[in-house]
């Protein structure tokens, strides 16, 4: 089983940058597409980004490209949210899990406690 463990929200003003990192454990991290998520108050949890088992293929939600980058390091298994030019939109709990949550309801038990970021005005 999979522990994922998301660090590095914090407040900050809008235009800022941030990046977010989510450790996984185990021994099968480059064998799992990844995502990035993030749930505002009162909204239901949508995807940010997504990269593939090697890298080399990245997703990105219209909200956010141009502005997010995702990365991993399937060595150190650890994937990353590179946040550039912040909105306060932006403010929400971002996770992270693999791309199949999305259809298998068995990785819901993956999800973290996530960590918050907050963009401020």
């Known amino acids: 089983q999979v522990q994922l463990t998301e660090s590095g929200g914090k407040l900050v003003q809008a235009g800022a940058s941030l990046r977010l990192s989510c450790t996984a454990s185990g021994h099968t991290f480059s064998a799992y597409a990844m995502g990035w998520f993030r749930q505002a108050p009162g909204k239901e949890r949508d995807i940010v980004a997504a990269i593939s088992r090697s890298g080399d293929n990245t997703y990105y939600a219209d909200f956010v490209k141009g502005r997010f980058a995702i990365s991993r390091d399937n060595v150190q298994n650890t994937v990353y949210l590179q946040m550039n030019s912040l909105k306060p939109e932006d403010t929400a709990v971002y996770y992270c899990?693999?791309?199949?949550?999305?259809?298998?309801?068995?990785?819901?038990?993956?999800w973290g406690q996530g960590t918050q970021v907050t963009v401020s005005s």
């Open positions: 899990n693999a791309i199949e949550v999305l259809t298998d309801t068995s990785f819901s038990a993956h």
